[in-house]
């Protein structure tokens, strides 16, 4: 049944575009439908058996010799606008891969395996992030009358792919939940490879706070008003955001501030800023770290005049399975594959998994630290390492008693 030697590369190219702009796997885009299709076809040639469900996740369901839940793996489909080849596919493919080499090395595993391609985690075509994974695990979502940049709403885009899914030879179903999840995934940032690493184990996801402030002025003529009878929105927004940039500086290592969009109201070059709107986004390791943060944050934000705050996203820090990280460290020490334990700055599908299941993250080198651009790259002896890990740890969850 696994007679081919798996090819990881040959699989990434042939799941990747060559374009210059890198991925623009969008979800229920056409290029998504064709992938999740293309996935479906290669499983069911290795003798899995297909779900899909009303979200368009896909699950791959390997036999074991008992007839219980499934050890799971696999990661998201979808990327960002002008996303890198890694990036969600690595954990699909290379679930994949570490799966098909389990059946290669003989007798079926005790218990069935899962291979899951999770619809959408990176929310770069409409308003929401980790839609799939979310419907995977029974959460409610108020997702179907979200629009996309060109007016297509979920729902219209979810039914129309979804449909092109449904209509092959596959189980129409929300698949029943697996016993545990293993992801494996690129780092997408620096750590792993100024350590010269090729693998870490995530301890955990980062809490995630988000908001949208707006400074509040009064337009007017930039040569004839007198600069102490203004109310310049950017002129306050300015020392806000330094006064911000000032507290984060002084705050523990381990938060990350980042004003990431600005937007100036009316924007022209002769007219005093009626407005001024910037976002904030903030993670932390802890909940209570973040929470110390957010109300010194507060405290600075109050001694502006005409600001209002808005929170747009509220992510509690997650806490990856112990079990699962202190057995893949076990057996990364035996394997002798050099490793890290490392907290998680970016969101997964792992996190939304965690709240239902024992769950894991297996991360490899991202070089230089890039992601979510085409320069995302991890050298193929790296990828290798991390799908012989997960190899062996999906093996062992496997085979226990
Ligand atoms: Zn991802």
């Known amino acids: 049944m696994f007679s081919e030697e798996c090819q990881l590369a040959d699989l990434l190219n042939q799941f990747n575009t060559t374009a210059d702009t890198g991925q623009n796997r969008l979800v229920y885009s056409e290029q998504w439908v064709h992938n999740q299709q ?14 899909v469900d009303d979200y368009g996740n896909v699950s791959l369901d390997f ?25 969600g596919l690595y954990g699909v493919l ?10 290669q090395q003989g007798d079926l595993p005790k218990k069935p395996l899962r291979l899951i391609s999770f619809s959408e985690e990176e929310g770069s075509r ?34 129309n792919a979804v449909k092109q899914l449904q209509a092959m030879n596959v189980r129409r179903q929300r698949a029943p939940l697996p016993a545990s999840f293993t992801e494996l995934h690129i780092e997408q ?14 301890t955990g996801i980062v809490a995630q706070n988000r908001y949208k402030v707006t400074v509040h002025g009064q337009a007017n003529h930039a040569g004839t008003t007198p600069m102490a009878q203004r109310q310049d929105a950017i002129a306050t927004a300015s020392r806000l955001m330094a006064s911000l940039y000032d507290l984060a500086d002084k705050s523990s290592n381990s938060l990350t501030f980042t004003i990431g969009e600005i937007r100036v109201s009316p924007n022209v070059s002769n007219v ?23 109300s010194a944050m507060n405290t600075v934000i109050k001694q502006f005049d005409n600001v209002t705050v808005e ?23 035996q394997m002798k594959f050099p490793f890290q334990e490392l907290f998680s700055g970016a969101g997964h599908d ?16 991202s070089k230089t630290g890039i992601s979510h651009a085409p320069a995302e790259h991890t050298k193929m002896s790296d990828l290798l390492i991390g799908v012989a890990l997960l190899t062996a740890s999906l093996s062992a969850q496997a085979n226990e008693a």
Do not use: W
């Open 94 to 103: 290379g679930g994949f891969c570490a799966i098909q080499k389990m059946y």
């Open 189 to 202: 940032g620096p750590r792993l490879a100024q350590a010269h690493q090729p693998i870490g184990l995530v």
């Open 350 to 365: 792992s996190q939304i998994m965690n709240t239902v299941v024992p769950t894991t993250m297996i991360f490899v080198p």
């Open 63 to 87: 036999p074991g010799q008992e007839e219980t839940l499934p050890i799971a793996t696999g990661s998201h489909m979808d990327t960002v606008r002008q996303g890198g080849r890694y990036d």
């Open 38 to 51: 293309t996935l479906i076809l290669l499983g069911q040639n290795h003798g899995a058996q297909a779900m």
């Open 272 to 294: 005093i800023a009626e407005s001024c709107t910037f976002t904030i986004d903030c993670r932390e390791e802890s909940d209570e770290r973040l929470a110390t943060f957010l």
């Open 311 to 333: 929170q747009t996203l509220h992510v509690p820090a997650t806490l990856l399975s112990q079990a699962l990280r202190q057995r893949n460290a076990k057996i990364a020490t």
């Open 126 to 159: 409409f308003p929401a992030a980790f839609t799939g994974s979310k419907y995977y695990t029974g959460q409610q979502q108020q997702v179907a009358a979200l629009v996309d940049e060109t007016g297509i709403t979920f729902e219209q885009a979810r039914s």
